[in-house]
């Protein structure tokens, strides 16, 4: 019997593991088990919605861009409207506007110094 003394010990331990798994197992397919969650296991799967979203930093250019400048030369040049920004203009539309005081008094100094 020296050749069979070790299988009985094998032939247990795969017994006993073929009767935990039985015992076990459906438990973890079924969720009801805490050691689903402990190990990891087993998941639940639901059906959900998920927003998928790329970050990424850099910087945007224009694929073309016109620079429009003021001929005005001092800091009186205030600005009463503006077209918005990024706003698509046609020819003849208003860009901006500056306020006329300061140089409406330029013109009748200018008209009182000629005389």
Known sequence: MSHLSGRPLVVAAVAFAALAAVLVLPGWRAGGSDLSSETG????????TFDVRAVAVGDLQPASSTTISSGIRSNRGKILEIADDGARVEEGDLLVLFDATPFEE??????VALG
């Open 106 to 111: 330029d013109v009748r100094e200018a008209e």
């Open 41 to 48: 296991l087993v998941a639940r799967v639901e059906r959900r």
